[in-house]
């Protein structure tokens, strides 16, 4: 089946350091999302990529559709203690494979004040 | 604007018991999903409801798993017999439409974890 691979797989940063991550795939989506998940919630969305090429931001974050459709990035710029948690890259799929989201392992970020 | 509503939000059971999970979508929101997430992972779509019809459950374990969603509102999710491997916390969604060629976002409730012993 479809998968995403994710790295780093956790990241122990300074707050204040910038971070990237980033999702390799060998299928092409229609769509690349980032999300955030903390303890014992579920997952929101944080930027929503609908274009290869694209670059989007959304405060101190940044992300991008690849030209080839099967990768993307983000980063976080300046990062603050609240930034703590499991960052997933989620693709979805064309809509004559049915459309859902293939979600990544995930980026566990901590945060050192 | 309330969220998805799930219950309970944690649940211990030994091998071979039931257990049911029940969710409660945002109002007006046709599409539901149940998604599964094993520690350490990122979350796996079990099944999708659009309105009370299913929409995909090419991932759902058929000979334990079962979902309804009768009345197009709130959707349960069983498991019978359940086995250690499905230890996880499963989280239900809910958009205003299937997002099928274009992306209808999806909000998570806080999720079910199971344990089972």
């Known amino acids: 089946g479809q998968q995403l691979n994710q790295s780093p797989q956790s990241m122990f940063i300074q707050e204040g350091e910038d971070v990237s991550m980033n999702c390799t795939s060998s299928s092409i989506f229609n769509t690349w999302l980032w999300y955030k998940q903390d303890p014992g919630e579920g997952p929101v969305l944080l930027i929503a990529l609908y274009k290869a090429g694209e670059l989007t931001s959304n405060g101190r974050l940044t992300a991008q559709f690849g030209i080839t459709r099967k990768d993307s990035f983000l980063n976080i710029s300046a990062s603050i203690p609240s930034d703590v948690g499991i960052y997933f890259c989620a693709g979805q799929l064309l809509k004559n494979q049915g459309g859902k989201l293939i979600f990544g392992q995930g980026t566990e970020l901590s945060v050192k004040p | 604007e309330a969220g998805v509503a799930q219950s309970p939000r944690y649940k211990i059971i030994e091998k071979r018991q039931s257990v049911a999970f029940w969710c409660n979508p945002i109002s007006g929101h046709a599409t539901l999903y149940w998604y599964q997430q094993i520690l350490g992972q990122g979350p796996k779509l079990l099944i999708q409801?659009?309105?009370?019809?299913?929409?995909?459950d090419s991932q759902l374990p058929k000979d334990r798993f079962s979902a309804e969603r009768l009345k197009g509102v709130d959707s349960t999710l069983k498991i019978q017999p359940a086995k250690l491997e499905d230890s996880a916390v499963y989280l239900c969604?809910?958009?205003?439409?299937?997002?099928?060629?274009?992306?209808?976002?999806?909000?998570f409730g806080p999720g079910t974890r199971l344990t089972v012993l």
């Open positions: 409801f659009q309105n009370n019809g299913v929409v995909d």
């Open positions: 969604a809910s958009s205003r439409g299937p997002g099928q060629g274009s992306y209808n976002e999806q909000f």
